[in-house]
């Protein structure tokens, strides 16, 4: 009989499936395009990084890279990096404080925000945001998406009961769904085009990942290279973090950076638009 690290070993085994990628390093931002860059940035309390400025060191990685759009899960503490809050003028944070264990929403942009919302998971707090952005040429909406965390942790599978964990996956997982199908039914009502992005707390190959990306382009099977990890769990790496578009859009570039900022890494894609 499998031992409950074995059988979760083979679960992750069958969720994950072959996930290197020969991308190539795609090209520079070009007219028409934008770059788009998110992180579940763990309110900048760092991982393992104790004793560490990670608001400085974050606004260092946003002024060499230089992203037009920043979407950030587990952060609302704006005033931990001035200099990005006085380079993107327009940002909307969302900060559900009348939940205890919320997690905070934050995009900013350099392009106006002519609308914005939330669309208030139930019974969590997790969410998913929206902003329509005023570009020269057209309207864009952005998401960004916090979707249920499975929370399986290294430390808390030796020590849970088979049935307790496969249990508490179920009830993340059910809910993950209902996320999903709420994201899915107001982007589909959308009146301008989408891009999606965010932490999806999913792999690549899961139905809640394709539920809600329903065959929109995925940045890093475009234009990515290698494993593509997002999230490093016990010597085995994860795909969580994702950044969908419009299937007329087009995918310049997309690069995952090894910078060690949360537990996450960051995401970035060069995208350019389509016919308006």
């Excluded at 307790?164 to 199908?181: D, H």
């Excluded at 990890?229 to 690069?255: C, M, N, V």
Aim: aromatic fraction near 14%; charged fraction near 20%; hydrophobic fraction near 35%.
């Amino acid at each position: 009989m499998f031992t409950i690290n074995s059988t979760l070993f083979l679960a992750i085994f069958l969720l994950l499936g072959p996930i290197y990628v020969l991308g190539d390093s795609g090209i520079k931002k070009t007219e028409g395009s934008i770059k788009l860059l998110t992180l579940n940035a763990l309110h900048l309390h760092g991982y393992g990084m104790r004793n560490k400025d990670l608001g400085s060191i974050f606004e260092k990685f946003i002024d060499t890279n230089k992203p037009d759009i920043i979407c950030l899960q587990e952060f609302s503490s704006t005033y931990k990096i001035p200099s990005i809050v006085e380079e993107y003028p327009y940002y909307f944070v969302n900060n559900r404080t009348r939940l205890t264990n919320h997690s905070p929403l934050t995009i900013f942009s350099k392009y106006p925000i002519i609308g914005k919302g939330s669309l208030d998971f139930a019974d969590t707090g997790n969410n998913s945001i929206y902003v329509d952005l005023a570009l020269p040429k057209d309207t864009l909406r952005i998401y960004n998406i916090h979707l249920q965390s499975l929370k399986v942790r290294p430390g808390s599978i030796k020590r849970e009961r088979p049935y307790n964990l496969l249990n508490r996956l179920g009830s993340s997982y059910k809910m993950q769904l209902q996320q999903a199908e709420m994201v899915k039914k107001h982007y589909m009502n959308s009146p301008y085009k989408v891009i999606l992005c965010g932490d999806f707390n999913n792999t690549q190959y899961s139905g809640i990942v394709r539920l809600i990306s329903n065959g929109m382009k995925d940045s890093f099977w475009e234009k990515g290279s290698g494993f593509g990890w997002t999230y490093f769990f016990k010597f085995l790496p994860f795909r969580i973090d994702y950044i969908f578009t419009d299937k007329s859009f087009e995918i310049l570039d997309h690069q995952n950076y090894d910078i060690k900022l949360s537990d996450h890494y960051p995401v970035m894609a060069t995208i350019k638009l389509g016919s308006h």
